[in-house]
């Protein structure tokens, strides 16, 4: 079973950066498109940005366009997301997502909190 493990949340002032990665338990992310969604306090779980399996496809959501950018690195089975310019409404638990048929697999989150 895919086990998806995120890392690299914190609290950062507005305008700062910080790299999130998702990772796997004993698995890999071969062949498998991976999203970053996020989830602020009393609001939905949103997407975020995707990436393609191969990495030669992306997507973002519009509020975070030109600031984030997705990547992945196969050989260290790693996908992050840089976060640039961050703001206070960028502050939520993100988590990474892929499927594989009709299987949903969730990380359980990092908290990423934008505050001066």
């Known amino acids: 079973q895919l086990q998806l493990v995120e890392s690299g949340g914190g609290l950062v002032q507005p305008g700062g950066s910080l790299r999130l990665s998702c990772g796997t338990s004993?698995?890999?992310?071969?062949?498998?498109?991976i999203a970053w969604f996020r989830q602020a306090p009393g609001k939905e779980r949103e997407p975020v940005a995707c990436i393609s399996s191969s990495g030669a496809s992306t997507n973002y959501a519009d509020s975070v366009k030109g600031r984030f950018t997705i990547s992945r690195d196969n050989a260290k089975n790693t996908v992050h997301l840089q976060m640039n310019s961050l703001r206070p409404e960028d502050t939520a638990v993100y988590y990474c997502?892929?499927?594989?048929?009709?299987?949903?697999?969730w990380g359980r989150g990092t908290q990423v909190t934008v505050s001066s």
């Open positions: 004993g698995s890999t992310l071969d062949g498998y498109g």
């Open positions: 997502y892929t499927n594989s048929g009709p299987r949903d697999y």
